[in-house]
Nanobody
Framework: QVQLVESGGGLVQPGGSVRLSCAAS????????IGWFRQAPGKEREGISC????????YYLDSVKGRFTVSKDNAKNMFYLQMNSLKPEDTAVYYC???????????????????WGCGTQVTVSS
């Protein structure tokens, strides 16, 4: 059974940092991508970053480049999203997801991801 579980969210002050974790289990991740998405109240879900399980290539939404870093630990089947210089507009529920890398192309399109975690809340506020 495929399972993704996020952790690490919480309340953080503007300018602060937080690291989200995603634990994956139940399947072999070769040729899959792990994506990070977020959904703020009243807004659509948006893809913010993804990483190839096989070769570690990464891709970022422009608005988080230089602030967020995605990484992985294949041995543990763990994936991370380090978020620095957080802003109030980063407040959202954050999700990890996984999907097969068709054409070996990294995408931030939620339709490219088949399995999702339940999300973890990140609130940026003073």
């Amino acid at each position: 059974q495929v399972q993704l579980v996020e952790s690490g969210g919480g309340l953080v002050q503007p300018g602060g940092s937080v690291r989200l974790s995603c634990a994956a289990s139940g399947f072999v991740l070769d040729y899959y991508a792990i994506g990070w998405f977020r959904q703020a109240p009243g807004k659509e879900r948006e893809g913010i970053s993804c990483i190839s399980y096989t070769d570690g290539r990464t891709y970022y939404l422009d608005s988080v480049k230089g602030r967020f870093t995605v990484s992985k630990d294949n041995a543990k089947n763990m994936f991370y999203l380090q978020m620095n210089s957080l802003k109030p507009e980063d407040t959202a529920v954050y999700y990890c997801a996984t999907g097969f890398l068709y054409g070996n192309r990294l995408k931030l399109d939620s339709n490219a991801y088949d399995w999702w975690g339940c999300g973890t809340q990140v609130t940026v506020s003073s």
